[in-house]
């Protein structure tokens, strides 16, 4: 029986890294026997998308204007797999909005979708503080205002693990969830050590290409000038390109360009706009809101007694 691997993020831990891998080893993959599909990839324009958000979509698409048609959803799925001369040993799906975009209610409907298959669950979880970080940074970069605080209020379920994988576990069984601690240099050879595939990478090369000019984090100080922006001044096309020309100064966490905007903005005193978000205490704070959450997950999912989040 075929094996699909559905990868459903979450969200901040490497997904487009692991996407544009798998798309770029296509044809390597194949000969292997493992299908990553193209059925469910849509077509973002200028934006380079590997994931088959498509498939999540599918589900609210009377509503949702992503939705593209031409791009497939999970009955194309099939037709690309029967198409092939040889059925494939292994199929990856991979499409982190799965996790935080997805009515629980609709899981059952994957599982129907894929009744013909032995189905892995396999998601990334990272350190909540950092996860609620990094995906608050995306969203100042698209326009949202409010404070990290208020962010994490907003937003505490997805930070609660256990009950995030509750609905995956009780459609597909726990013994079939497949859940791998975050680390930002091995999402890739850890993802095929769990799917035993057998594929050379070059490490932090096929990272560092993928993610080139990609999902990267500003410095915090251009992120709470861009916050200000959103929040004081009226969304339009002017604000719009103030917000590109400061993420286009922060391409990378190690390398800063030496330009007059950097420059100005890092000589902002630290007492005016820090270069964090939560002090230490507060970083404690959030951390022991998901404590319980996390055990259930180490001892449930993974066999451990506990299981400390880095």
């Known amino acids: 029986m075929t094996t699909v691997y559905l990868h459903i993020g979450t969200p901040k831990t490497g997904s487009s890294s692991l996407q544009g891998f798998l798309f770029s080893n296509r044809d390597k993959l194949l000969r292997q026997g493992v299908l990553y599909p193209k059925s469910g990839i849509p077509d973002r324009g200028s934006t380079i998308c590997f994931a088959h958000h498509n498939l999540t979509w599918s589900f609210t698409k009377d509503i949702n204007k992503h939705y593209d048609k031409k791009a497939g959803d999970w009955e194309d799925i099939e037709k690309e797999i029967n198409e092939l001369h040889q059925k494939p040993e292994k199929v990856i799906l991979s499409a982190e909005s799965l996790y935080d975009l997805l009515a629980p209610e609709k899981i059952s ?4 979708y894929l009744k013909g298959y032995d189905t892995k669950i396999i998601v990334y979880l990272r350190n909540q503080y950092e996860y609620f970080r990094s995906y608050y940074c995306l969203r100042i970069k698209v326009g949202y205002s409010n404070s990290f605080r208020q962010f994490i ?6 930070g609660n693990y256990y009950k995030m994988l509750s609905p ?6 726990k013994e079939n969830i497949i859940v791998i601690p975050y680390d930002k240099r091995g999402v890739i050879n850890e993802f095929l050590a769990k799917t035993n595939i057998d594929l050379e990478t070059d490490g932090d090369k096929d990272i560092d290409k993928i993610t080139e000019r990609r999902n990267v984090t500003p410095d915090y100080k251009a992120l709470k ?3 200000f922006i959103n929040k004081t001044v009226p969304a339009n096309r002017i604000t719009q390109k ?3 020309a400061i993420q286009e100064f922060y391409k990378t966490e190690s390398r800063k360009p030496d330009s007059q905007l950097f420059n100005t903005i890092a000589q902002i005193p630290d007492f005016l706009i820090n270069s964090d978000f939560m002090t230490e205490t507060e970083r404690f704070e959030i951390m022991k809101l998901f404590d319980e ?9 993974m066999g451990l007694l506990d299981w400390k989040l880095t």
């Not at 409907?109 to 129907?112: A, C, E, K, P, S």
């Not at 209020?153 to 997805?158: G, S």
């Not at 959450?293 to 999912?301: G, L, M, P, R, T």
């Open 168 to 173: 995956w576990a009780e459609a597909f069984g």
């Open 293 to 301: 959450s996390n055990k259930k997950v180490a001892q449930e999912y």
């Open 109 to 112: 409907l994957i599982r129907n």
């Open 153 to 158: 209020l907003e937003h505490k379920e997805q």
């Open 242 to 244: 103030v917000r590109v």
């Open 225 to 227: 000038l861009m916050r």
